[in-house]
């Protein structure tokens, strides 16, 4: 088992930035973020490799968004830019339990979730 905790939301005002932090309580592998406005479906962000470091983004957020990760702390982050208020949502991270991840966008792929930090972004 993996326990993720999420934390370094807030609220901002557009245009703003925050950076999301993700504790992992042991080394994981292909990790992803994730959010949820109220009333939509949970929302692919980005996500990185285990293998590479390779990450990968949604278009919504490509250009604004930065996922990077420090392997001896066990920690993922989220480095959000030029916020929007359409960015307003908690925000997850989840752990993939096994080393291939097929389709990183897809929340079935990850095993473990954090409990989600929130992120409001005003006009």
């Known amino acids: 088992q993996v326990q993720l905790a999420e934390s370094g939301g807030g609220s901002v005002q557009a245009g703003g930035s925050l950076r999301l932090s993700c504790a992992a309580s042991r080394g994981t592998f292909s990790m992803g973020w994730f959010r949820q406005a109220p009333g939509k479906e949970r929302e692919f962000v980005g996500a990185?490799?285990?293998?590479?470091?390779?990450?990968i983004y949604a278009d919504s957020v490509k250009g604004r968004f930065t996922i990077a990760r420090d392997y001896a702390k066990n920690t993922l982050y989220l480095q959000i830019n030029s916020l929007k208020p359409e960015d307003t949502a908690v925000y997850y991270c989840?752990?993939?339990?096994?080393?291939?991840?097929?389709?990183?966008?897809?929340?079935?792929?990850?095993?473990?979730w954090g409990q989600g930090t929130q992120v409001t972004v005003s006009s």
């Open positions: 989840a752990a993939a339990a096994g080393y291939r991840v097929y389709e990183p966008s897809l929340a079935s792929s990850y095993d473990y």
């Open positions: 990185i490799f285990w293998s590479a470091g390779r990450t």
